[in-house]
């Protein structure tokens, strides 16, 4: 088999993946892609497609914030089919204990310049009359939105090509290091950097890196135009047992620009097989009614699930990897790869050129420690 | 005689006999029954409860599924239309 | 809106002929029998309406299912299996679960549709669909019909259009009358079969029977007007008011995937005793390979004499089967689908109806499942029902693995109501 030189061998074509491949051929750096048969056949087929700037930690701030602009920034050139739209997020406080977080949450983005706005409950009834009666409030927002991952990371990937980068779909890679990629049937691939954004298939590939399945699952109904505006999301979490290694569910309801609603979520550790679970589909549902009555008339037309790329600290592994030279992470984005891909593209680029970065990069390397360890396992 | 059945399809009325589909009855007022994602009129494509295309809303249940649903006096049948 | 949770010794799903031979026979040793079926009548596709009461042995089979302790479960769509031995179903005013120790799957078939321009204005169906759609009550006297695509199914209903009044202008077969007419010659080893394709023959003797011929467009504006027929290589434009086009049958066999059944060529895989590779799941009918009404009977009472521990009662039906599947062969033979209809659809032709997405959106993609995530072909509530043949024929992909629910449902069905422990059963074998 042939082995070719590229500058960037990037292992996944999902959408950190194809955001990478962008963002390196934009700085005319000769790229490679690398994956199985289907662009955007992992997390990035099975997710929301929902941008949203987060605030659990201030580098999780810094990262979906930075992210999201860029996403604003190029939604000009996005074509009809990725489906951008700017809906917003409605964050839902069901009592007074959530809506102190709510107001918690305003201070926090408006000291940052994130614009937001503080429903009361009869705000959130005109906002969303299905919303059951009776919610405490909620905060807006406006600048999140919503688009649809596969046609977003074959864009992004066409972008690449057009700029040089090529695409190589597959066997599957069986080991990387050392500058080369090698695949199942033997051939292989060499390059300066090898990128390993393989999401949930990451730690396969780099052993030891801290990353874990988490399993999801999401239900979308039939056509119901209207039947609600925003990307809607509970504050109820903060009352879960604060854990990161138990099974959880949440409510949270997308309109599609389709009219269909696309209802989670749902997280799971110890589930490595992609079949539906009964039991938890069914809580996940059950919260979902509670917050929107009106969502058990709904058809349900398909079932399906996912494997988030999940680390201890809830932020991703971005930049090298310090038992190998030539590789470099982008991985570890749970639940919001889509909303950080174009900026853990932009901070991978800037490792890979020694070029200085838009936000702090230490956060998110891969060699941190502290936080790794100390938190949950 | 069996008694007739009397429905409304987009607010006119229908009387059909009993044991008519919804489905039979709305192409019966002329009216098919949903409109497609580009706008195109569809009616009913395979007539066992498969295809989706008869789709309406009966008794303002959206996205019934109307051959495999019998006439039942006073019903209220709406196209996409 | 309560939900039950009866147990039954065996299971029927499908109330067509395989389902209540299936359910007669196992109940005739005292088992607790139950048969559900999504349609509000029993009879499936082919005793649909009127016909079960009207065709002699459609009637014996009800007959026979009346004086037998079998329960019926009409409206009962069944959509999942959480557990194994139990099955979900959405019903017409809430859900129910049913727990099985033997399950019979007799889930029949569906036609299978081609696109070509046009294909998509309302009043173009299927051939069946037609069928059905009159016996519900569609008035189709003195409405002029055209009958075109494949397979027996098109003389069946073109006789019942025509006995009902409607004007059949012509039946469009694809198939050449030169392999037509080793069908009918094949005939001779099936005696039984001669009378009824005589009895059709007569019946249809003043109806335009064209080979060679399928459709090229259907045209009208909002509404179908004509249809333009290709026949033996030259255009012939029809008006009518319902073209009425399938193209033989495809095997319904997502439940079975569902509950982990094993297919092979895309029926279901059994034994001789009708005993799919799940030990307490059977099959019978068209989903173990299309075979018309007489095979799907006889696989009935096997899989029924089988599910009830009575196989050995099942030998003598052996020959039969046989037989009968001898004659489905060769109508597979005979119906093949020519290589001409795969360019029928023109780049603009609409593929997957749900999602409006056409066949030149869909042809930059190598395979079923990067079709469906780039242009959404598949993703809409037929679960690919509709175009999964189509893109097996015109592409050559095959379909994704099956997942819950096999069939949209109300949301509040997904829900812990439907998800108790499994009860402990009265008797099992």
């Known amino acids: 088999m042939n082995a070719a030189t590229y500058d960037v061998l990037i292992v996944g074509a999902g959408i950190v993946g194809a955001a990478c491949a962008l963002e390196c051929a934009r700085r005319k750096l000769r790229v490679a892609v690398v994956d199985l048969s289907t662009i955007g056949g992992g997390a990035t087929a099975a997710g929301m497609g929902h941008i949203v700037v987060m605030d659990d930690s201030d580098p999780q701030f810094a990262l979906t914030r930075y992210s999201q602009q860029l996403w604003r920034e190029l939604r000009a050139e996005l074509p009809d089919e990725v489906e951008y739209v700017e809906c917003g997020s409605i964050w839902v406080a069901a009592d007074d204990e959530e809506f102190r977080e709510v107001h918690r949450k305003q201070a926090y983005y408006t000291e940052r310049g994130v614009p937001v706005e503080v429903l009361s409950s009869g705000d959130l009834e005109k906002a969303e009359p299905n919303l059951r009666k009776g919610l405490a409030g909620g905060l807006l927002v406006p600048e999140d939105g919503v688009l649809y991952p596969p046609c977003a990371a074959r864009f992004l990937l066409e972008k690449a090509q057009e700029r040089g980068a090529t695409i190589h779909l597959g066997p599957p890679v069986v080991d990387i290091g050392k500058g080369r990629i090698r695949r199942a049937d033997g051939s292989e691939l060499d390059g300066g950097a090898i990128v390993n954004a393989a999401g949930a298939w990451s730690p396969e590939l780099t052993p030891g890196i801290k990353v874990r399945k988490r399993k999801g699952h999401l239900v979308i109904t039939d056509r119901y135009p209207g039947f609600v505006h925003h990307q809607l999301v509970e504050l109820g979490y903060l009352k879960s047992a604060h854990s990161v290694s138990s099974d959880s569910v949440a409510f949270n309801v997308q309109p599609r620009r389709t009219g269909q609603l696309l209802i989670g979520s749902s997280r799971q550790y110890e589930a490595d097989h992609t079949e539906v679970d009964h039991g938890i589909l069914a809580r996940m549902l059950e919260r979902a009614q509670q917050y929107m009555p009106a969502l058990a008339e709904t058809s349900a037309i398909r079932v399906w699930t996912g494997f988030r790329a999940a680390t201890p600290d809830k932020l991703p592994l971005i930049g090298p990897w310090a038992e190998d030279s030539t590789v470099f992470l982008a991985t570890g984005h749970e639940g919001l790869g889509i909303t950080t891909s174009l900026a853990t593209a932009r901070l991978l680029t800037d490792h890979l050129l020694g070029a200085t970065s838009a936000i702090a990069r230490e956060p998110y390397l891969p060699s941190r420690t502290g936080s790794m360890e100390h938190a949950h396992a | ?81 | 809106m309560l939900s039950s949770r009866p147990q039954f010794d065996v299971l029927v799903v499908g109330g067509g002929p395989a389902g209540i031979a299936a359910a007669v026979s196992a109940a005739q040793s005292g088992k607790r029998v139950a048969i559900a079926d999504d349609n509000p009548a029993l009879g499936g596709q082919i005793w649909r309406g009127e016909t079960i009461h009207s065709d002699p042995s459609a009637r014996a089979w009800s007959s026979q299912l009346r004086e037998s302790s079998v329960e019926l479960f009409p409206g009962a769509r069944i959509f999942d299996q959480p557990a194994p031995g139990v099955l979900n179903a959405e019903t017409m005013d809430g859900s129910m679960v049913f727990e099985y120790g033997k399950l019979i799957l007799a889930t029949g078939a569906r036609e299978r549709f081609l696109p070509f321009p046009g294909w998509t204005l309302p009043n173009v169906m299927g051939a069946g669909a037609l069928q059905a759609l009159a016996k519900a009550g569609l008035p189709i006297q003195g409405k002029r019909v055209v009958v075109a695509g494949t397979g027996p199914l098109l003389l069946a209903v073109a006789s019942y259009l025509n006995q009902r009044g409607a004007i059949v202008v012509a039946i469009c077969e694809q198939a050449s009358l030169a392999t037509l007419g080793a069908f009918g010659l094949r005939l001779f080893e099936h005696p039984g079969k001669i009378a009824q394709a005589w009895g059709l023959h007569r019946e249809l003797a003043r109806v335009r029977l064209l080979t060679s011929a399928w459709p090229m467009a259907a045209v009208g504006n909002q509404i179908l007007e004509s249809v333009v027929m290709s026949v033996k290589g030259t255009q012939q434009r029809i008006s009518c008011d319902y073209l009425a086009c399938g193209f033989h049958l495809v095997p319904n066999t997502e439940l079975a995937a569902l509950v982990g059944c094993r297919l092979e060529g895309g029926f279901v895989q059994v034994d001789e005793l009708q005993t799919t590779s799940v030990p307490n799941i059977f099959c019978a009918g068209e989903p173990a390979g299309i075979g018309g009404v007489d095979l799907a009977l006889v696989e009935g009472q096997i899989a029924g004499l089988a599910a009830s521990g009575h196989g050995a009662a099942a030998e003598k039906l052996r020959r039969q089967r046989a037989k009968l599947q001898s004659f489905a062969r060769s109508l597979e033979k005979t119906f093949q689908l020519r290589p001409e209809l795969k360019r029928l659809a023109a780049p603009e032709t609409i593929v997957c109806r749900c999602e409006d997405v056409t066949l030149s959106q869909l042809q930059p993609h190598g395979s079923w499942r990067a079709a469906k995530l780039q242009s959404r072909c598949g993703m809409g509530p037929c679960q690919g029902r509709i175009c999964g043949p189509a893109t097996q024929f015109l592409l050559g992909w095959t379909p994704d693995s099956v997942r819950p629910p096999v069939l949209p449902v109300k949301l509040r069905n997904l829900t812990s109501e439907s998800h108790q422990p499994k009860g402990e059963l009265t008797s099992v074998m």
């Open chain 2, 1 to 81: 005689m069996p008694e007739q059945i009397a429905v409304t399809v987009n607010g006119s009325l229908v009387v059909v006999a009993p044991g008519t589909s919804v489905a039979a009855a709305m192409m019966r007022a002329g009216a098919s029954c949903r409109t497609s994602v580009r706008g195109e009129p569809r009616g009913p494509l395979c007539g066992m409860g498969i295809c989706f295309e008869c789709r309406a809303e009966i008794d303002g249940i959206l996205h019934s599924r109307s051959c495999q649903i019998l006439c039942v006096a006073g019903m209220n049948i709406k196209t996409d239309a």
